[in-house]
């Protein structure tokens, strides 16, 4: 079939995506640097407070909300909750075990 009828190349399509000025986009993400830097700045503060010894009742100066929400924080933190429960179960095997080695040798050195 092919002799009467030869496959013929097409072209390939061109695949342009034009890169667009998104100016909600610029604000967002001046918006999400300024929530970072505020989250640092506190950070910073606290840890000022808490190396001179004072009280933890005192805010730092900047007040304004700072949301913890930004892309990939649900993944980061299931990622550390599963982080928290292999340790967790770790341990309990590491004391399972433990405990098990403990019950053999004074069971055999009660019997023997």
Request: glycine letters at 6%.
């Amino acid at each position: 079939m092919s002799v009467l009828f030869p496959k013929v190349n097409r072209p390939r399509a061109w695949d342009y995506r034009p890169i667009y000025y998104d100016p909600e986009k610029e604000k967002l993400q001046k918006l999400r640097e300024k929530q970072q830097q505020a989250r640092e700045e506190y950070a910073r503060l606290a840890e000022e407070q808490k190396q001179s010894g004072e009280s933890g009742g005192t805010k730092p100066e900047s007040t304004h909300y700072v949301s913890g929400l930004h892309r990939g924080s649900f993944r980061e933190a299931r990622e550390l909750t599963q982080e928290r429960q292999h340790k967790s179960n770790r341990q309990s095997r590491i004391a399972f075990w433990i405990a098990l080695l403990l019950a053999a040798v004074l069971l055999y050195w009660l019997l023997g």
